[in-house]
C-alpha cells in the first residue's frame, strides 16, 4: 500500500453523475423513434422526488415516535400520511398514461442556423374527460446543461383537448442531425413522485452554417458569353417584356398603366419592364469570390449571401467547394435548396 502511495496512485472514486450519464444513454438507445408517441404503462416511470424521500424520513420518525409513546393520534397521523402518499402515486402516474404526443412543426420546415435556437413544435392531446395538471416538457440536453428552472416548460392539458407547446435547442455543428430527445415529467399531485417519459422524435433537421455576422455587399453579377453588354442596352430603351417588381428596380422600369389597373382591381402587385441585360448577367455566388481561406468561415460568406439576395429579390446560382454547382434561380425554395447544399458541404 505504501508503495501505490509514493508512485502517486489514486484509487478510482465512483462519480453518480457520470453513472447516471451512462444509464440514461443506454436508456435511449432502446427506445424507437417515432414522431408520434402515446404514454402507457410500459413507457412511464415513476420514483420518489427529493420531497418525496424527506416525506419518506418523517414518516419514519413519526411512526418511531408513536410505537415509543404509544400514541394512537401519532399512528392516525403516520398511517394518513402514508396513505395520501400511496395515493399520489396512483394518481400522478394516471396524469400522464394515455397522454398523446406528436410533432407537429421542427427545423424540417425551413431549417435552422448553427449558434442560433432552433424550434421544436409539439402538440398534447388528451383524450380522456378530466384535465391533466402541471405537464413538464423539455429536450433532455437542456435539462443536463441548465437548471431545471429554465429549462422545462410547463402546461396544463384541457379535459378532451388539445395543447400545444414549442421548445428550442441551440445546434453547434451544420449538417443534418436528429432532433433531441424529449423528457415528459410530472409531479402532481403532492410533488413526492417524479414521474417521467422519454421520447425520441424520428424527423430530422437541417442545421445552415451561421451567417456571417457583417458580411460585405453581394458580388456583382458577370456577363454570360453571348450577352450584350449594360451599357449598350442602357443607351436605349431595348425591352424583352415584363415581370414581376422587386425591390431595387428603378421607377422608370415600372409600367404604371398596369399598376394603375391593378390597384382598381384591388391588388397591390407592380410590374417592371425586363430588359434584355438581365437575362446576360448572371449573379453568381462563388466560393472563390469569398476571399477567405477557413472552410467554415466561406460557407458562413456564403450563407449571409443567399440570405442578402433573396431578400432582394435577386436570381443567383451557387457555386461551391468541389466543383458543385446550383444552377441560378430565385425565390424561398431555391434559397433553401442552396442553404442545404451549403449546410451538406
Same mark, same amino acid.
Given at each position: 500500500?505504501?508503495?501505490?502511495?509514493? #508512485?502517486?496512485?489514486?484509487?478510482?472514486?465512483?462519480?453518480?453523475? /457520470?453513472?447516471?450519464?451512462?444509464?440514461?444513454?443506454?436508456?435511449?438507445?432502446?427506445?424507437?423513434?417515432?414522431?408520434?408517441?402515446?404514454?402507457?404503462?410500459?413507457?412511464?416511470?415513476?420514483?420518489?422526488?427529493?420531497?418525496?424521500?424527506?416525506? %419518506?424520513?418523517?414518516?419514519?420518525? %413519526?411512526?418511531?415516535?408513536?410505537?415509543?409513546?404509544?400514541?394512537?393520534?401519532?399512528? %392516525?397521523?403516520?398511517?394518513?400520511?402514508?396513505?395520501?402518499?400511496?395515493?399520489?402515486?396512483?394518481?400522478?402516474?394516471?396524469?400522464? *398514461?394515455?397522454?398523446?404526443?406528436?410533432?407537429?412543426?421542427?427545423?424540417?420546415?425551413?431549417?435552422?442556423?448553427?449558434?442560433?435556437?432552433? @424550434?421544436?413544435?409539439?402538440?398534447?392531446?388528451?383524450?380522456?374527460?378530466?384535465?391533466?395538471?402541471?405537464?413538464?416538457?423539455?429536450?433532455?440536453?437542456?435539462?443536463?446543461?441548465?437548471?431545471?428552472?429554465?429549462?422545462?416548460?410547463? $402546461?396544463?392539458?384541457?379535459?378532451?383537448?388539445?395543447?400545444? +407547446?414549442?421548445?428550442?435547442?441551440?445546434?453547434?455543428?451544420?449538417?443534418?442531425?436528429?432532433?433531441?430527445?424529449?423528457?415528459?415529467?410530472?409531479?402532481?399531485?403532492?410533488?413526492?413522485?417524479? $414521474?417521467?417519459?422519454?421520447?425520441? @422524435?424520428?424527423? #430530422?433537421?437541417?442545421?445552415? @452554417?451561421?451567417?456571417?455576422?457583417?458580411?460585405?455587399?453581394?458580388?456583382?453579377?458577370?456577363?454570360?458569353?453571348?450577352? *450584350?453588354?449594360?451599357?449598350?442596352?442602357?443607351?436605349?430603351?431595348?425591352?424583352?417584356? +415584363?415581370?414581376?417588381?422587386?425591390?431595387?428596380?428603378?421607377? #422608370?422600369?415600372?409600367?404604371?398603366?398596369?399598376?394603375?389597373?391593378?390597384?382598381?382591381?384591388?391588388?397591390?402587385?407592380? $410590374?417592371?419592364?425586363?430588359?434584355?441585360?438581365?437575362?446576360?448577367?448572371?449573379?453568381?455566388?462563388?466560393?472563390?469570390?469569398?476571399?477567405?481561406?477557413?472552410?467554415?468561415?466561406?460557407?458562413?460568406?456564403?450563407?449571409?449571401?443567399?440570405?442578402?439576395?433573396?431578400? /432582394?429579390?435577386?436570381?443567383?446560382?451557387? *457555386?461551391?467547394?468541389?466543383?458543385?454547382?446550383?444552377? @441560378?434561380?430565385?425565390?424561398?425554395?431555391?434559397?433553401?435548396?442552396?442553404?442545404?447544399?451549403?449546410?451538406?458541404?
Amino acid at each position: 500500500m505504501k508503495r501505490f502511495i509514493s #508512485k502517486g496512485y489514486k484509487p478510482k472514486s465512483f462519480k453518480l453523475p /457520470q453513472a447516471r450519464n451512462t444509464f440514461h444513454t443506454w436508456m435511449l438507445a432502446r427506445l424507437p423513434r417515432n414522431d408520434q408517441l402515446t404514454l402507457t404503462q410500459g413507457n412511464v416511470y415513476i420514483l420518489p422526488s427529493r420531497a418525496g424521500w424527506a416525506m %419518506l424520513a418523517t414518516l419514519i420518525v %413519526l411512526l418511531i415516535a408513536a410505537i415509543n409513546y404509544q400514541l394512537n393520534l401519532g399512528y %392516525l397521523l403516520t398511517f394518513l400520511l402514508a396513505g395520501s402518499a400511496a395515493a399520489s402515486m396512483v394518481v400522478g402516474h394516471g396524469n400522464l *398514461r394515455g397522454l398523446q404526443l406528436s410533432l407537429t412543426h421542427s427545423g424540417t420546415q425551413g431549417g435552422c442556423f448553427a449558434h442560433a435556437p432552433c @424550434p421544436v413544435q409539439l402538440k398534447l392531446h388528451n383524450a380522456r374527460p378530466s384535465r391533466r395538471w402541471g405537464i413538464g416538457l423539455a429536450l433532455r440536453d437542456a435539462v443536463r446543461t441548465r437548471s431545471e428552472g429554465h429549462s422545462w416548460t410547463w $402546461v396544463d392539458v384541457p379535459e378532451q383537448g388539445d395543447a400545444a +407547446v414549442q421548445l428550442s435547442f441551440v445546434p453547434t455543428q451544420r449538417g443534418q442531425q436528429e432532433l433531441p430527445a424529449i423528457t415528459i415529467l410530472t409531479r402532481y399531485p403532492l410533488g413526492a413522485f417524479r $414521474v417521467w417519459a422519454l421520447w425520441r @422524435p424520428a424527423s #430530422k433537421v437541417w442545421v445552415y @452554417p451561421a451567417p456571417e455576422t457583417h458580411a460585405p455587399p453581394l458580388p456583382a453579377a458577370s456577363p454570360e458569353a453571348g450577352g *450584350r453588354s449594360s451599357a449598350q442596352v442602357r443607351s436605349g430603351e431595348d425591352f424583352d417584356g +415584363v415581370r414581376a417588381y422587386q425591390n431595387g428596380d428603378p421607377l #422608370k422600369l415600372v409600367v404604371w398603366k398596369k399598376a394603375a389597373q391593378s390597384f382598381a382591381a384591388g391588388s397591390h402587385q407592380l $410590374v417592371s419592364r425586363d430588359r434584355p441585360f438581365a437575362h446576360h448577367h448572371r449573379l453568381w455566388l462563388d466560393v472563390r469570390h469569398t476571399g477567405l481561406a477557413d472552410h467554415e468561415a466561406r460557407l458562413s460568406r456564403l450563407t449571409a449571401w443567399v440570405l442578402m439576395a433573396q431578400q /432582394q429579390g435577386r436570381t443567383w446560382g451557387l *457555386r461551391l467547394p468541389g466543383g458543385q454547382e446550383i444552377a @441560378p434561380g430565385s425565390g424561398a425554395q431555391h434559397a433553401t435548396r442552396c442553404l442545404e447544399a451549403l449546410a451538406a458541404s
